[in-house]
């Protein structure tokens, strides 16, 4: 069951540049999408999200992207900084039921090198 | 800033036994979540916690497994009879009553079953 995917497992970029990290889903009765960032033994932290109804959503260094028609969203990080270096998570909540579980892709690690 | 807190953080224990993973969710918060994280894995939502009962469970939560609040502040999750393949990161996330999605976790338990 891969509703949500990630196909990218890792990402390498200079430290300044554009972070692009890429999320596929296939159901439709998804509504609400999240990035969540992971450093290792600690639990994921929700970074910033978008509702189906929008295509994009800033806050400071990032930016999601929503294509419907694609089933493809997008998280830019831009500039890049060391610190960014985590695994980013894409989530999905379902608008059927309201129980708000979120389905998580595989995850892409992200290395920001100075 | 309110967090969601976990313990312990990392418990060992043999096959067969009972073990209770503990959580305490952020204050205002009503819906309570547990998700695991095998190893290199993706993280896998396990069940949902709302208004003192299971709103939905994925197949992964059968028999052994129960959820309980049994105070104002604790949420716990019991596993009762312990298999090699529960080894896992458990993960505790809590989100408030509204339109928005966000859930916040916590740091995440380490159960290693031997």
């Known amino acids: 069951d891969q509703q949500v995917k990630q196909n990218s497992p890792s990402l390498s970029v200079q430290e300044g540049r554009i972070s692009i990290l890429n999320c596929d889903y296939t159901?439709?009765?998804?509504?609400?999408f999240l990035w969540y960032k992971k450093y290792p033994a600690e639990g994921p932290t929700f970074l910033i999200s978008i509702s189906s109804i929008k295509d994009k959503n800033e806050d400071g260094r990032f930016t999601v992207f929503l294509n419907k028609s694609a089933k493809h969203l997008s998280l830019h990080i831009v500039p890049s900084q060391p610190g960014d270096s985590a695994v980013y998570f894409c989530a999905a909540h379902s608008d059927s039921g309201n129980t708000g579980k979120l389905i998580f892709g595989q995850g892409t690690t992200l290395q920001v090198k100075p | 800033e309110p967090e969601v807190t976990q313990t312990p953080s990392h418990q060992v224990t043999q096959m067969g036994q009972e073990v209770i993973l503990r959580c305490v969710p952020i204050s205002n918060h009503l819906y309570f979540y547990w998700y695991r994280q095998i190893l290199g894995q993706k993280v896998e939502f396990l069940v949902s916690f709302y208004n003192n009962e299971i709103s939905e469970k994925s197949e992964i939560f059968d028999d052994q497994f129960s959820v309980e609040r049994p105070d104002g502040s604790n949420f716990t999750l019991k596993i009762r009879s312990t298999k090699l393949e529960d080894s896992a990161m458990y993960f505790c996330a809590s989100r408030e009553q509204g339109g928005s999605y966000e859930q916040y976790f916590g740091p995440g338990t380490r159960l290693t079953v031997t």
């Open positions: 159901n439709s009765m998804f509504d609400y």
